[in-house]
């Protein structure tokens, strides 16, 4: 072989930057898809299925799908979700054989997922579990490009469901694993021929893309200065002194510069930026201080720019009357009355959702009169169908109703699983019948009243408490202080150098806010506000000092069926529809 030295041209020697990297027409891209029985493969789940699509150019060069054997039972809301069963499965090829054949189909390729962090976390894990080195593949993560790109006029979200219709792909993503690969792809041509427009045509071009910031915003950089390097909270004004937008930080002038550079690429905050005319810092003493005073600021000012926590007192309430013949009612607000309440729910329909799920375990009566002791009326269609016990008219006694009412408020306040069985016992059977639309309504409504459950169990643990004083050390080696009562928080600080820690604390606790305890499980704070300190309460490092009160969650509660739920839900949050996705209630598991 013989080779010939041709001398560059001074234009070859001397290419500038945006000459430079590898033209996206000519990389290979590998779109891969995965189905699971769960959320985390650390935490045992496994993977079900494998699809992918290698493209070049816009052309597709090949296809590669199989089902895989997780070797173990596929749990009810899996199967709905995917459609995969125990059965389909059962002669697949074991993750053992099935991964190295994807990993030969991916050589050299880039790896491209919608939410790459969960398929390739999962594919690396098992790699590892194999005793295998992972190929050294460059990744794209078409959820977090798109997210730099789409605006709410082009999708009302970034996912997966959602871009596939923006951009016309012929695939409707349907949660199995080759039909969601050839809808991404799609998404990446679309993404990848709206930057073309704006000059990406490169691979490097494409993974650092952000939107351009204009120049009005960044002659207002000057809002900026005169804030200090230190947490607090920042309120945006505009020319009227009216509060357009309310955020915090760990460093307010640093997180306020930045609305105007190019790190900040979210079109409603250029338009929030564009109309802000001065930003007020309010320093803190810890970032939990911060991030209550941000939550209380936009419920008071009720900003048009933030999208959440502006209406606090929006929330709903799932009742167990007291009164002859107990009954759960949907209400707005907790009285004094003795009632066992459930709740906060911040959508109404996700309340609907858990009362169907406990009146499908327990068949109280559903009407809203108000029976009497010795009640003389005629059944319901309920009664005929088994779904009401039937007071009404003598077919139930006080004494069986009270006993049916008392399992009622402890799967409500202490232990779920009569309402788990007989939900999950009731899927089963809608699988089998592979009827899973109705099951999906079922798992809807069990998910709602779990988080439900486990929010209010752990809500009221704290809330119960007059005071909690608890200490954490920062990074920079000083001690955060925070007293809370019942919920709220009461006072924080940072221990002086050099202070008698003890006598400090007794001042901060002296100096609190004075808390009296209202009604339900939020009695003196948004329920908001008590699960930011409830997160800080239970994170890494902090230092009980003093409980006022017994602060316990019961053993048995609801918060120890939610791991399959998250994960479910962690999977539908690709496709479900913003607004549906907004109306579900997060809960943090102890």
């Not at 579990?129 to 490009?145: I, S």
């Not at 951009?167 to 809808?183: E, I, K, M, Q, Y």
């Not at 002038?253 to 550079?261: D, E, L, N, P």
């Not at 918060?559 to 994960?567: F, K, S």
Request: proline letters at 6%.
């Amino acid at each position: 072989m013989s080779s010939t030295t041709v001398p560059l041209s001074r234009w070859e020697s001397q290419r500038s930057f945006d000459e430079l990297g590898r033209a996206l027409r000519d990389i290979t891209f590998c779109v891969v898809d995965l189905e699971t029985t769960g959320g985390s493969a650390a935490g045992g789940s496994m993977i079900t299925e494998i699809g992918a699509v290698k493209v070049r150019g816009g052309e597709v060069l090949g296809e590669f799908q199989t089902l895989v054997n997780p070797q173990a039972h596929i749990p009810a809301f899996i199967a709905v979700l995917t459609g995969i069963t125990d059965s389909m499965v059962a002669s697949a090829p074991p993750i053992e054989s099935a991964l190295p054949a994807f990993l030969e189909f991916a050589a050299g390729c880039v790896l491209v997922a919608h939410n790459a962090p969960f398929d390739i976390g999962f594919l690396q894990h098992f790699n590892a579990q194999q005793g295998r080195a992972w190929p050294a593949f460059e990744v794209l993560d078409t959820a977090k490009l798109a997210r730099r790109v789409i605006t709410r006029d082009d999708a009302p979200n970034c996912k997966l469901s959602s871009l596939a219709a923006a951009f016309g792909s012929t695939t409707t993503p349907n949660h199995r694993a080759l039909s969601d690969a050839r809808a991404t792809v799609d998404v990446l041509h679309g993404l990848m021929e709206r930057l073309g427009g704006v000059g990406v045509h490169t691979l490097e071009e494409l993974q650092t893309f952000s939107s351009r910031v204009t120049t009005a915003q960044r002659k207002k950089r000057h809002l900026a200065e005169g804030l200090p390097h230190a947490p607090g909270v920042y309120l945006f004004r505009d020319d009227k002194a009216r509060v357009l937008y309310v955020g915090t930080s760990k460093d307010l002038r640093a997180r306020v510069r930045s609305y105007f550079t190019a790190s900040e690429t979210r079109t409603r905050m250029g338009e929030m930026v564009g109309i802000a005319t001065q930003v007020q810092g309010i320093e803190c003493a810890t970032p939990l201080e911060a991030s209550v005073r941000e939550l209380r600021l936009i419920a008071e000012h009720k900003p048009r720019y933030n999208r959440r926590s502006r209406f606090p007192e929006k929330v709903h309430f799932l009742k167990l009357t007291r009164e002859p013949w107990p009954r759960l009612s949907l209400v707005k607000q907790v009285l004094d009355d003795d009632a066992d309440y459930l709740g906060p729910f911040s959508s109404k329909k996700v309340a609907e959702r858990s009362l169907a799920a406990l009146h499908e375990a327990f068949p109280i009566r559903q009407c809203n009169d108000r029976l009497p002791r010795v009640p003389s009326k005629a059944a319901c269609v309920l009664a005929e169908m088994g779904r009401c016990v039937a007071p009404c008219d003598g077919t139930t006694g006080p004494d069986a109703y009270a006993e049916l009412v008392a399992q009622l408020r402890d799967s409500l306040l202490r232990n779920p699983d009569e309402v788990v069985a007989s939900i999950n016992e009731r899927m089963e059977r809608l699988v089998a019948d592979e009827r899973f639309e109705e099951a999906a309504v079922h798992r809807d409504r069990l998910a709602g009243f779990l988080r439900a459950a486990a929010r209010t169990q752990r809500l009221s643990a704290l809330t119960r408490c007059p005071e909690v004083v608890a200490a954490r050390r920062n990074d920079a080696g000083r001690w955060e202080v925070h007293v809370v009562r019942h919920g709220r928080l009461a006072a924080a600080g940072l221990i002086p150098p050099g202070a008698d820690a003890q006598s400090w604390v007794a001042g901060l606790q002296s100096c609190a806010e004075t808390v009296l305890p209202g009604r339900g499980p939020v009695p003196a704070a948004t329920a908001e506000e008590s699960e930011q300190v409830l997160r800080w309460l239970e994170s890494d490092g902090v230092r009980l000092i003093d409980v006022a009160g017994e602060w316990t969650c019961p053993l048995s509660g609801a918060g120890r069926h939610l791991a399959l739920h998250d994960a479910v839900q962690r999977s539908r949050e690709s496709l479900v529809p913003f607004d549906e996705r907004r109306e579900l209630t997060v809960v943090h598991r102890p």
